[in-house]
């Protein structure tokens, strides 16, 4: 299968760009956050685009591979153009190449890690068929033998391309392609952030049914944590969360679930207070 070519490279028409279903979506505070970035500093990675051919010139598209807090904040800037890399690629590199694009972030969560491992695991099964073939030898114990080296080689090469630890990509393609699309969702809108030791002990879970248990104690905030929920579910009475932690569960799902103009409403409404209470927590 043929690997990405850079075919070109300057200021690309934004105007041009085609933007498609994102794995990851588009966050309005990074937007923001990158917009000031780029006011002081300018622009300083350009964004990836794939160029897909038509029978005609005035066919061709130009579709976003990597990039998107960057194509939206120079959009909102008022830009015409964009600094951009031109690839002709397959389909399963234009997916790699966004996969690896969110993998290299440094403000990912654990379970957005596990979900990009998941997925870059199923888009280099798909360049390296062999890789998931390899259960299928002659020999039942060289077949065991090939699925293992392949999973190993696949681990390997992502720890090198990605500058991570093996132990780390092998625990997060683990949990990344053990869990459900439904699942994973779910615990995307848990209130709490969900921590790699939930995530680990979801994937070594081997009854669904406790699987789903946990998924729906973190998603709904009423379990702090994988082993609270199953506690919870077999009757412990140890595991119940207290009035005031199900009040401030309410209240952070609350803030999260509003608009960012209606967050800066609440903190200049609420600034003295929350002024106070900054200095009471920091001691000052």
Request: with cysteine; proline share 4%; charged share 30%.
């Amino acid at each position: 299968m043929q690997k990405p070519e850079l075919i070109e490279t300057g200021s690309f028409p934004i105007s041009d760009i085609g933007v498609s279903s994102r794995l990851r979506d588009v966050t309005e505070a990074s937007v923001e956050s990158l917009m000031r970035s780029i006011e002081e500093v300018g622009l300083q990675q350009p964004i990836v685009l794939r160029k897909l051919e038509g029978k005609t010139r005035a066919e061709e598209r130009f579709v976003l591979l990597a990039g998107g807090h960057r194509l939206e904040a120079c959009k909102r800037l008022g830009w015409d153009a964009i600094p951009s890399q031109i690839y002709a690629c397959t389909d399963e590199y234009a997916d790699l190449m966004e996969v690896d694009d969110n993998l290299i972030r440094r403000d990912l969560s654990p379970l957005e890690m596990a979900i990009f491992m998941g997925k870059r695991k199923a888009v280099y099964e798909r360049i390296h068929p062999l890789s998931k073939k390899g259960a299928k030898g002659n020999a039942a114990s060289r077949g065991a033998l090939t699925a293992n080296l392949a999973v190993s080689g696949f681990a390997v090469a992502t720890a090198e391309q990605l500058g991570k630890p093996l132990r780390t990509v092998e625990r997060l393609v683990r949990i990344g392609t053990s869990l459900s699309e439904k699942q994973l969702k779910a615990l995307k809108s848990a209130p709490r952030r969900v921590q790699l030791q939930d995530l680990e002990l979801m994937a070594k879970t081997t009854d669904a049914k406790d699987r789903d248990v946990i998924v729906r104690g973190l998603a709904s905030g009423e379990a702090k944590s994988a082993k609270d929920a199953l506690s919870r579910h077999r009757g412990n009475p140890s595991a119940t969360i207290s009035p005031e932690d199900q009040k401030y569960l309410r209240l952070i799902d609350a803030f999260k679930r509003c608009p960012k103009a209606r967050q800066r409403r609440f903190v200049s409404e609420h600034l003295e207070e929350l002024q106070a209470l900054i200095w009471e927590v920091s001691g000052k």
